[in-house]
């Protein structure tokens, strides 16, 4: 299709200088967190509704395909273009209002999640959903991948928050879910629900806020293999022991952290658990916990009241996907769960990996439901590194499903796991699954090429 095709959708738009044909200063659009990458025909920075529906008119009748964008923070390919393909992103669109007393906020897909934390904070509220990328990732990439977060366990991920979704469909047509249509009919919301994009352009999310709570301890475990480690945080969780956040880091992804930003605390440790107590029973929760860390072996336990002081531990886990980054020159991140029970198994046996492997392998995760962040990394970015890395993966995606664990925690499915998606689904929910496609979107031209093989 020739570019100069494109001037007739920028006289449609709010303004054409949404539109994008040259490219060349464009590249970080061609890609999301992983390394696959792909040059689309253009860039649209949406900034309303009609903008969005233009676009999707122009590409229907040009048979190009709509590829929905937020900050690009995925860790699945879920927004790599394809090349006739416009990138539709909807970073701009960063409606935020908050109804303090109906404890609901209003958003468009384009705001940052610690944007919409920090305003309701402000009035006494908390958005709970806090993924690692909170400071970068956009509300409409969260729905769209259904992301969790470090509060995951106690409080739940990003579709148990969304009460209403506003969007256009593959027609160019409207459509409102949940508060939206006062909670009547069908409730369609939960398909367009970590999606990815394959469905619909979304709009517009409410969301509930719930009251504010007040942090707890925090508490910092090491211990003198990751097993031990693992253990600790399967006996906290099957005692019934809900913090807010319970996180898991092996010895080789704290060594990232620590060579990334300098803790003394960190040096030779096999496996750290963090912890953030609950703000209903801290002590109680604080004793226990100290309690089944020593049982496993801790070789180094640090309480920390002061909330300032705490951050500079939280600073280990959010460090660790930068660190990997600035250290490799191939990062492939995973995130697969399990049962509680089984998390030791998996921790395990990534250690097995590792020992046997001439890439790096490690592991981290939001531990309290099981979920998994299992990293390879390629430090000379060659041939067989690659090769390497993709015989792992699999490996790691069949021992998660004789586990009882599923291939993806969070990251969604994307481009990275859409062949390993029939180790999880038997055909017929395939099947179902392309057939919702095709009602809602029948000429593919959302988000092609991803999710199924």
Sequence with gaps: MCKAEFSKLQDKLSHPKLLITDLSDYERYFHDATEDSCQPMALLFAENENDIKEAIIF?????????????????????????????????????????????????????????????????????????????????????????????????????????????????????????????????????????????????????????????????????????????????????????????????????????????????????IILIETSDIDISDQTEKIKVICKKNNSKYLRIEKDIQQAEALWKVRRNISNAMKAIAKIRVSEDVAVPISKFPEIVDYVRQLNEESKIRINCYGHAGDGNLHVNLLGMNGTDSEHEAIEIHIGKVMKKTIQLGGTISGEHGIGLAKKKYIGLEFDKSTILYMLELKEIFDPANIFNPGKIFP
């Design 59 to 271: 590409s229907n009748n040009n048979k190009l395909s709509i590829v929905p964008r937020g900050a690009g923070t995925g860790l699945s390919g879920g927004c790599v273009p394809s090349k006739q393909s416009i990138v539709l992103s909807t970073e701009k669109m960063q409606k935020l209002e908050i109804n303090s007393k109906r404890r609901i906020a209003f958003c468009g897909p384009g705001v940052i999640t610690k944007n919409l934390q920090d305003k309701a904070n402000n009035v006494g509220l908390a958005y709970p959903p806090d993924p690692a990328s909170y400071e970068e990732s956009t509300l409409g990439g969260n729905v769209a991948e259904n992301a969790g977060g470090l509060r995951c366990k106690r409080f739940g991920v990003t579709k148990d928050y969304v009460i209403g979704l506003k969007g256009i469909l593959a027609d160019g047509k409207e459509f409102s879910t949940g508060i939206y249509n006062n909670n009547c009919g069908f409730n369609i919301g939960d398909i367009f629900i970590a999606s990815e994009g394959t469905l619909c352009v979304i709009t517009e999310i409410a969301v509930r806020l719930i009251k504010a709570t007040r942090q707890g301890n925090t508490l910092l475990a090491a211990f003198n293999s990751p097993k031990e480690g693992a253990n600790a945080v399967s006996q906290i969780v099957m005692r019934g022991i809900i913090p807010t956040v319970l996180e898991y880091i092996d010895g080789d992804a704290a060594a990232c952290s620590n060579e990334y930003e300098k803790s003394d605390f960190l040096d030779n440790a096999e496996a």
